[in-house]
Nanobody, 131 residues
Framework: HLQLVESGGGLVQPGGSLRLSCAAS?????????IGWFRQAPGKEREGVSL????????TYADFVKGRFTISRDNAKNTIYLQMNSLKPEDTAVYYC???????????????????????WGQGTQVTVSS
């Protein structure tokens, strides 16, 4: 059973940076897991931020974070990172990592719009961007 634990959230001033981590345990061999970062602000729907495939390292980003956020993985540590730079107040949200056992290569760019494709979710970490 795959478990995900996020960390690294906190309070940061606009223009600042944070690095979120998602520590995973319980990967099943033979699957090319895709790990996504999602966020949810109060009163808003959950939205996809970025995705990385565990095997090939394929990445995709939501338009509103391109050029500011970078997703990466360290398979030896079973950890996925989200480096967030140039943070804005509108980035304030609870950030979740989520995992799907398999998403077809042709569907990965759509995967950020489909949280239901992810069977495994962490508990979330709060990111607050405020002066």
């Amino acid at each position: 059973h795959l478990q995900l634990v996020e960390s690294g959230g906190g309070l940061v001033q606009p223009g600042g940076s944070l690095r979120l981590s998602c520590a995973a345990s319980g990967f099943t061999s033979g699957y090319n897991y895709n790990i996504g970062w999602f966020r949810q602000a109060p009163g808003k729907e959950r939205e996809g931020v970025s995705l990385i495939s565990r095997s090939e390292g394929f990445t995709t980003y939501a338009d509103f974070v391109k050029g500011r956020f970078t997703i990466s993985r360290d398979n030896a540590k079973n950890t996925i990172y989200l480096q967030m730079n140039s943070l804005k107040p509108e980035d304030t949200a609870v950030y979740y990592c989520a995992a799907a056992r398999y998403i077809g290569p042709g569907l990965r760019t759509s995967a950020l719009n489909n949280p239901s494709w992810y069977a495994y979710w962490g508990q979330g970490t709060q990111v607050t961007v405020s002066s």
